[in-house]
């Protein structure tokens, strides 16, 4: 069946995205074969996250027209020269970070940020060409992945082989939001036993969080968040009690400080936006704290913020994709889910065929959804 397929051309369905604050259009597009050191995916299923929606919304800027997605499940359909990690019919994830295991980031056990592609993501592959095109024109991929497509074509060194059992309308969600916030709990925080957490957010990468500071056994976890639609589904993973800062005049870090007579160690942004990120960092303890931004926020914003709220003793870190040597640890991960340490029955809301891209998205910003999972 492979033979010579993977020189062809492959014409296929996409959502493609003409520009900001468009609608998402489903196109035919043309997918290259993959050249050396790369592999083409036929994508199974895909999970909708807050950052693609940022794109649409243009809080996030990237080259035009695109491809989002960045959540997903599929199966390696070809691969070009010199590809040796998967081969054809292997189950996959498409990661947004690579992992040389050369590089400065690599080699170190901390951290996972892979130096072997840019932190500015321009759409293209290591030639500086892309591989889709759509009525004549190049279209780009985003966070090195573009998975609302029916084929996509990444580098070698940005896929994940998994568990050919795993179910892979459910272990998308491993490929961002899940490793986002169950990594920013136990690799970035490193949340430790009889703790306690406050998460701001409740979507599916604060809900995540809040799976991973239980699993490090935080004794409390309070959950935030402005639609207290959320907070029914953040109890059942694991959140001890739930904040609607609509219901406080005064910041978050000062309600907190009430409740719990200054005692949170561990704080999570999951939001994206600067006012929260530092209302997160001042909620966390002023001497032993420590404050992971996981939201990301709109590129032009910057953080101003009063340099005391360090001074004291806080620890301020981000992380990017849960901290997570990535092709490594996301088999693992995989295989975690399938041992049934973890579940995604409060995550995946609901499952729509990829033509239904527009409801997921509606969903979201509706604040209905958790996750949409997209089938192909
Ligand atoms: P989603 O939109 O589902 O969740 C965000 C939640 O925040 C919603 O439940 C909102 O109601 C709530 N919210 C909004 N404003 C406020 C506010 N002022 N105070 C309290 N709650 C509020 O998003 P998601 O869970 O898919 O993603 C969350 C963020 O994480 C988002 O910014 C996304 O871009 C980012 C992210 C980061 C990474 C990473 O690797 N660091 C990966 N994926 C997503
Ligand atoms: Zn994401
Ligand atoms: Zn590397």
Known sequence: MHGKVWTKVIKCKAAVLWGPKQPLSIEDIEVAPPKAFEVRIKILAAGICRTDDHVITGALSTNFPVILGHEATGIVESIGEGVTTVKPGDKVIPLSIPQCRKCSSCINPNGNFCLAMNV??????????????????????????????????????????????????????????????????????????????????????????????????????????????????AKSVGATECINPKDHAKPISEVLKEITGDSVEFTFEAIGHPETIIDALASCHESHGTSVVVGVPPLSKMIAYDPMLLFTGRTWKGCCFGGWKTKDDIPKLVSDFMAKKFDFDQLITHVLPFNKIHEAFDLLNKGESIRTVLIF
Do not use: H, Q, W
């Open 120 to 233: 500015a993501d321009d759409g293209v592959l290591s030639d500086s060409t892309g591989r889709f095109t759509c009525k004549g024109k190049p279209v780009y991929r985003f966070a090195r992945n573009s998975t609302f497509t029916e084929y996509t074509v990444t580098s070698e060194l940005l896929v994940a082989k998994i568990d050919a059992a795993a179910p892979p309308e459910k272990v998308c969600l491993i490929g961002c939001g899940f490793a986002t916030g169950y990594g920013a709990a136990i690799n970035t925080a490193k949340v430790t036993p009889g703790s306690v957490c406050a998460v701001f957010g409740l979507g599916g990468v604060g809900l995540s969080i809040i799976m991973g500071c239980k699993a490090s056994g935080a004794s409390r976890i309070i959950g935030i968040d402005t639609n207290p639609c959320k907070f029914e589904r």
